[in-house]
């Protein structure tokens, strides 16, 4: 079990000189996930030495720019760079046609298969699950349609105590799995040995919440409640929470209340209004409410 | 008479950390425009200090990403800085649809009046003109429709000459305009002085010619003939003509050549491929035609 955050743009609005829109690189159970896309992230994503060709699938939380305008310079860049692997792109209705409209004007085109994944639900649904990790999108409120995403791991095969199972000489190899999946061990002698006799525990699940860009919004706790990490936007400070409220971002109290309310292990705030030239008031306000809150920045991780 | 160029990117395909694709600055006549607009220009364009308020006409050569995908986010960073005043938006036919749809979908507005001039001739034509400045465009040929342009300074009025003006103590400070604007001058007692007597020519209009996208083109040659400044791409050194013809782009010498036959005074090459890491080739093999040749460089202005 292994969760690496990438921190590519923390910024809101406008893209500056040493400051970048929302974008981060999640890498869960050797899976890349891209979250978000604001102009520059290909450039982000080439500073940090990060493979394009691992990015399989980017979720986009809402169609405002700073979390978009990058998208299409980063599939025209695929190409260039000869992808042949398919593209899932999920997103908020619209993102095909924000997407298609631009390689239809340019003549151009991606050259590899893309699969826009268009969502409308305003209800938390899964929207990505393999054998291993699963997705859920996170309803949140902002000014246009916006999704935050819930990352998890599933729970992991039990694992071996080896130990334990040596003093069976009868126990092979290939009744290992069975052991993993979960299974009592019968001897030949028909005695039956339980599993928990013979294996640990799985490793505890890991999970990542991303909550960008929405207002104070207690109805998210459910979804978020006991993650161990939890990205949520502070665009202002405190004194600005009016300012929050007019146009639906939160505050550094506000997401440090909702983090406490879901017991999550660690916070992480970012998408700071361009009006702060100093960020580290955030953390101080954040942490007054909740300790354990780190503050987003370029070219940082987070690995659990 | 004054013409600055600042280069803001000059590289072709992929914006990269230190490699930024199309965008100029042209200041003349105290008139800012703006050519080209590749991802990350407004960075770009912030790094080099210059004022975004005095950008009132950007001209956008064709459609391919790495010409025009930074145009959307910099219409949107002037809303937040509270632009007022309008912005002309000159490219091809498509350009319109490309910005709107985006603003459409993002659930944003300009804020501030836009006007787009969507160019679908094959003929060169003026497309500005003030007092003091005309611009035509220069068509090119690239796989996609594609555009030069060609700023040019009028002819100013005629310079006062002082010294001979004062020998006439009747012509009065009220009379210089007439002057300026290249009457003669009837003395009371009848005489006429002829103007070029009380006047000097006025300075050498200035020029300027970017040409980018383009295969090499010599029927360009007449639009640009003794330009001052000609900016013609090079995206690959002569060793890649052939690439160059099937990608409908230009080589050092083609570059050269072209400059040559027009007599300009000083040409500049860019656009580079990103195959290249070293760009003082693209110098040499230019300059083995046209001496007075210079690499366009991100951060470097040409001045006259």
Redesign the interface.
């Known amino acids: 079990m292994s969760l690496k955050l990438t921190i590519l743009g923390c910024h809101s609005?406008?893209?500056?000189?040493s400051a970048h829109p929302t974008s981060q690189l999640l890498e869960i159970q050797n899976r890349h996930f891209l979250i978000d896309c604001g102009?520059?992230t290909?450039?982000q994503l080439?500073?940090y030495k990060i493979k394009f060709s691992k990015i399989k699938h980017i979720f986009i939380s809402h169609?405002?720019?700073d979390h978009?305008?990058?998208l299409?310079?980063l599939i025209?860049?695929f190409r260039?760079?000869n992808r042949d692997t398919k593209l899932h792109v999920y997103g908020p209705r619209?993102?095909k046609?924000?997407i298609v409209?631009?390689l239809r004007?340019?003549?151009?085109f991606a050259g590899y298969p893309i699969e826009f994944h268009e969502l409308t639900s305003d209800k938390s649904e899964l929207i990505y699950e393999d054998k291993k990790v699963e997705i859920y999108t996170i309803p949140l409120s902002h000014?246009?349609y916006t999704n935050g995403f819930l990352f998890k791991e599933k729970i992991g095969e039990r694992k071996l105590n080896i130990s334990a199972i040596k003093k069976h000489a009868e126990i092979e190899i290939c009744d290992y799995q069975n052991l993993k999946n979960g299974r009592d061990y019968t001897l030949e002698n028909g005695e039956t040995i339980p599993n928990k006799n013979l294996t640990h525990n799985p490793s505890k699940p890991l999970s990542y919440a991303f909550c960008s860009d929405t207002s104070y919004k207690e109805n998210i706790v459910p979804f978020i409640k006991n993650v161990d990490l939890l990205y949520h936007e502070t665009t202002f400070l405190n004194d600005k929470k009016d300012l929050a409220k007019t146009t639906k971002h939160s505050t550094t109290k506000q997401a440090a209340k909702i983090a406490k309310l879901a017991n999550v292990s660690k916070l992480i705030i970012g998408h700071y209004s361009s009006r702060y030239k100093d960020i580290e008031p955030f953390k101080t306000e954040a942490r007054e409410i909740f300790l354990n809150t780190e503050l987003a920045v370029e070219g940082l991780t987070f690995e659990l």
């Open positions: 609005a406008t893209p500056r000189t102009e520059g290909q450039v080439r500073k169609l405002h720019g978009v305008f990058g299409i310079g025209s860049t260039l760079l619209g993102i046609e924000f409209t631009q004007l340019s003549q151009s000014r246009i």
